[in-house]
């Protein structure tokens, strides 16, 4: 299941408040004035500022362990 659209729309970075977009495979939440990307977990944005991985580390295929 992807993330709807209308609370793509109403979701903002918990640091600076941002407008977020969709990664590719739809797994993340990237913020580009943060330079960071927050998981989405079984369909579920994890929105904590601590848990966010950076971009390059991302794109690595680095992701936080939430289990």
């Known amino acids: ?16 408040k941002g407008d977020l977009s ?11 004035a943060c330079g960071v990307v927050y998981a989405i977990v079984e369909d ?6 601590e848990e966010a991985v950076p971009l ?3 794109k690595q295929g680095k992701r936080p362990d939430l289990g």
Request: charge should be negative; glycine fraction near 8%; hydrophobic fraction near 45%.
């Open 1 to 16: 299941m992807a993330l709807p659209t209308d609370l793509l729309d109403i979701l903002a970075c918990p640091k600076c």
């Open 22 to 32: 969709l990664t590719e495979p739809g797994d993340g939440l990237i913020c580009p």
């Open 44 to 49: 579920i944005p994890i929105m904590l500022v």
């Open 56 to 58: 390059g580390d991302w």
